[in-house]
């Protein structure tokens, strides 16, 4: 069957893809993938997280309980139990050996994708995320603040799902271009996602720069409430809106109880 939809509700769909969600009647995973089409319009980190998702509603593994919780651990499991999630063209990951162990390297040339690793957890009991990370350098064309520079060297998403759709919410930590330090802002298309900056600039292109995380302390931070359960981490090199070429390596991935 087909629907014919107006072109202003059209419009309001390309806006907030969120939107699709909860305007079938339908429920459940089916209706969540008939809505990804819409997802194609809109920005690569947006797509990113919705996509994440609606995996998290299908499908997902929780931990068994411990002091730390390896999300990744390449060097034995490779990139096993991570899932690709294409928006334009393919940034390529692949395995390779740097400064003596085995890590990802992800390189995008006007092209987004990234790489979801489905997992729930508590994120008052399991509050520090930790990984390393690196980039050739920034992408000059980018700006945190607008829907055309939404692209970036690096970063790692911890996705949050609500009991509905619209709900969902991400902490989004980037390389930033230019947004300093410390600093954060939503997301250009859509306040349910934030931005952080963890590193910013060029200072610290080319070297290795391992990172840790307050989750709990984040959420709070920037949505001014605890956090509900968590359900995936992600990392994502893309440059789809600028159209620039960017090269980031990532480490391996640990959620702890302790720093």
């Not at 769909?13 to 990804?36: D, H, M, Q, W």
Request: positive net charge; charged residues 25%; contains cysteine.
């Amino acid at each position: 069957m087909i629907f014919k939809t107006s072109y202003a509700e059209t419009q309001r769909r390309r806006e907030n893809p969120l939107v699709t969600f909860f305007s079938s009647r339908e429920t459940g995973c089916v209706t969540a993938f008939k809505a990804i089409p819409v997802l194609l319009c809109t920005s690569a980190s947006l797509r990113l997280c919705v996509t994440i998702l609606i995996c998290c509603f299908c499908l997902a593994a929780r931990p068994a309980s411990s002091e730390e919780i390896a999300v990744s651990r390449f060097a034995i499991e490779g990139i096993k139990g991570w899932e690709s999630k294409s928006f334009k063209g393919t940034t390529e990951y692949k395995l390779v050996q740097d400064d003596g162990r085995t890590v990802v390297k992800a390189h995008a040339k006007a092209a987004a994708s990234g790489l979801t690793k489905k997992i729930k957890f508590s994120p008052v009991t399991y509050r520090y995320l930790k990984w390393s990370w690196k980039i050739n350098g920034i992408i000059s064309q980018g700006n945190e603040k607008t829907k055309q520079g939404d692209d970036y060297a690096a970063r790692v998403y911890v996705v949050f799902p609500g009991r509905f759709f619209w709900q969902m919410r991400a902490l989004n930590y980037i390389w930033a271009n230019k947004l300093p330090k410390g600093d954060f802002v939503p997301n250009a298309f859509t306040s349910n996602a934030m931005l952080l900056a963890v590193e910013s600039g060029q200072a610290k292109a080319g070297q290795w720069v391992t990172e840790e995380r307050d989750i709990l302390a984040d959420y709070r931070r920037v949505f001014g409430e605890d956090p509900p359960e968590a359900g995936a981490i992600a990392i994502m090199t893309d440059t789809d809106n600028t159209g620039a070429e960017a090269t980031a390596w990532y480490g391996d991935i640990t959620l702890s109880t302790n720093r």
